[in-house]
């Protein structure tokens, strides 16, 4: 499903990643941990084309991302993606949030994209709210609208990047289990998150980043009871120290 | 202090006999209007323009759009009146440049005028509309992109109605600014309001009268143009956002 090949990134002379390479199969889930400026958000946003990258070769459903002839819009339609400040739009209502990509760039009616819209709220249990404006919303529940408005658009995969970042510890939950249950359904899954709770439970393999590098890329049992290098262990135990 | 005040002088008939002192008045009225509502349009649409190309990630149209608003921003708004109203027209194809010479002095004037407060006025505007754009989240950006919208896509449907609701405050005292701008054309011998209290003055010695009839008259305007803009400001208010309800 998404297959990445020795790819780096530099801003000017800083190297931002450096001969990344991993594959995800249709139905993984992959949780990319790791300390902060380890370029784990910088890694999902290059798989979307959301930041360039300057060498290597990232391939998604068999597009690849970095080619100049390939149609990144129409790509990133079918690529959820869910970011850490949610970035719903807020002069629009929740129900709209949903709607306007399904009507302005699949092409679906406004029938259409309001039920489809409708459906998901309800599995996200936001029905009620449809009708009110993202500021209006906690923090939890904007996050949810955000899950539900990339599923909108009916991906081929979902991009998470820190989906629980900015929430109050007790609206993190709400959060993980909307996620939790879309990995029960087989939905294919890259989540940049601290959540190694969240990894144990659903994580199909842990990609542990540090400097920009892929250090560890392991089944979570492998990761979790015994990693491999030396950084990784330094994290896990302040991770899950608490 | 021996001044004698005179009231009744706007319904006396004009030495030129053409209607009354408050006639004229009320001409320069409309030319002000006119003149400055029509620029007020053309900086809008131009400014918008600008402004957004301020913000594209191409920096040949970046670099143009920032040379556009540092001209007409830089360059005494006096200046730009007197290069549209005189040396424009020399730098015109000839056949161009005579015709305007030869239509009425007053289209020439109204012309004139109306393009330099609109280039001026557009600079301004470009600079609100370039700091609405960069003042929201950088995530919004993506987050348009992210769902499969282009660039052009993603600022319509994103990034512009968000930018346009933060910079109406800014943008009222722009609006205020284009209908006192416009009194610099009298300048150039266009009758707008201010012109025409000047014109008073030389005409019935009442200098205390005319300005403020003058004063007044501008102050209307600019109160009418500050109750509509809050108006508008109300009515595009986002639930829940800074501001909001």
């Known amino acids: ?242 | 202090m021996g001044y004698s005040w005179n009231w009744g002088i706007f319904l006396q008939p004009t030495a030129t006999g053409d209607g009354t002192y408050l006639g004229w008045m009320f001409y320069g009225f409309k030319v002000t209007i006119a003149l400055s509502l029509s620029a007020w349009f053309i900086a809008l649409v131009l400014g918008a323009v600008v402004g957004i190309l301020r913000t594209v990630p191409n920096k040949w149209l970046s670099g143009f759009a920032t040379a556009y608003v540092e001209v007409f921003r830089n360059i005494p708004l006096l200046v730009q009146l007197f290069l549209w109203y005189f040396v424009m027209p020399e730098l015109l194809p000839e056949n161009l440049g005579n015709a305007f010479k030869q239509s009425n002095p007053i289209v020439q004037q109204f012309l004139s005028s109306m393009v330099c407060l609109a280039l001026f006025t557009s600079a301004r505007v470009a600079e609100q509309v370039r700091s609405g754009i960069n003042s929201l989240p950088p995530g919004q950006k993506n987050a348009g992109l992210a769902m499969g919208f282009t660039l052009s896509q993603t600022y319509r449907y994103v990034l512009l109605p968000m930018a346009v609701r933060l910079i109406v405050p800014p943008l009222t005292s722009e609006f205020l600014n284009i209908f006192k701008n416009s009194a610099v054309c009298s300048t150039i011998g266009l009758l707008e309001l201010a012109a025409q209290g000047r014109q008073l003055v030389d005409y019935t010695a009442q200098p205390y009268e005319s300005f403020i009839a003058v004063t007044l008259a501008y102050l209307l305007i600019n109160v009418v143009v500050m109750f509509g803009m809050r108006w508008v400001e109300e009515h595009v208010r986002v639930p829940g956002y800074i501001g909001g309800k």
């Open chain 1, 1 to 242: 499903m998404i297959s990445m090949n020795k790819v780096s990134k530099h801003y000017g002379a800083f190297q931002v990643l450096t001969d990344c390479t991993t594959q995800v199969q249709k139905g993984e889930v992959i949780v990319v941990c790791g300390p902060s400026g380890s370029g784990k958000s910088t890694l999902i946003k290059c798989v979307n084309g959301l930041e360039p990258f300057q060498s290597g070769e990232i391939i998604v459903n068999g597009v690849s991302v970095g080619a100049p002839a390939t149609n990144l819009s129409k790509l990133r339609s079918t690529v959820g993606m869910v970011f850490q400040n949610f970035e719903l739009f807020p002069h629009m209502s929740i129900i709209d949030n949903l709607s306007i990509a399904q009507l302005k760039v699949l092409g679906r009616n406004q029938e259409q994209a309001r039920e489809k819209g409708y459906k998901l709220l309800d599995r996200v249990g936001l029905r009620e709210q449809a009708e009110k404006y993202p500021g209006q919303l906690s923090g939890g529940q904007q996050q949810r609208v955000a899950i539900a408005r990339a599923l909108a658009m009916d991906p081929i995969c979902m991009l998470f990047d820190e989906p629980t970042s900015a929430l109050d510890p007790e609206m993190v939950n709400e959060v993980l289990d909307v996620m939790t249950e879309l990995a029960k359904e087989g939905m294919t899954m890259m989540c940049v998150t601290h959540e190694m709770g969240f990894a144990k439970r659903v994580a199909s393999r842990v990609i542990f980043m540090d400097q920009g590098r892929i250090v560890e890329d392991d089944s979570k049992e492998a990761f979790f009871e015994h990693a491999r290098s030396e950084r990784a262990q330094q994290f896990l135990a302040k991770i899950l120290h608490h």
